[in-house]
């Protein structure tokens, strides 16, 4: 069975700190890239950051440069976020999905083109 948890949601404040993680099983992880994306209230969905679990090749949006760091623990099976210097602009449900590498090497990280999506965290960021 295909599964991704992401868990570490939570209230912070502005200029604090959160750490996302998605435990993921049920498919080959080499053969993958692994998204964030998250959506705020009454917007769509927004590709946050990726990590290729072969080669570890990271992307991240224009938004989180900076701030944000995404990692990979091989032994856990585990794909982390790690954001930093949090804004209420950074308010919104985070998700983890997957992909195959060679359609996101085609699609990059859309959320039209993963396959499997785990559950959502609530991130909310007060001022």
């Known amino acids: 069975e295909v599964q991704l948890q992401a868990s570490g949601g939570g209230l912070v404040r502005a200029g604090g700190s959160l750490r996302l993680s998605c435990a993921c099983s049920g498919f080959p992880l080499e053969d993958y890239v692994i998204g964030w994306f998250r959506q705020a209230p009454g917007k769509g969905r927004e590709g946050v950051s990726s990590?290729?679990?072969?080669?570890?090749?990271?992307y991240y949006t224009d938004s989180v440069k900076g701030r944000f760091t995404i990692s990979i623990d091989n032994a856990k099976s585990t794909v982390y976020l790690q954001m930093n210097n949090l804004t209420p602009g950074d308010t919104a449900v985070y998700y983890c999905?997957?992909?195959?590498?060679?359609?996101?090497?085609?699609?990059?990280?859309?959320?039209?083109?993963?396959?499997?999506w785990g559950k959502g965290t609530l991130v909310t960021v007060s001022s």
């Open positions: 999905a997957a992909v195959l590498t060679k359609i996101y090497q085609v699609v990059g990280l859309r959320s039209y083109g993963m396959g499997y």
């Open positions: 990590i290729g679990w072969s080669d570890a090749s990271t």
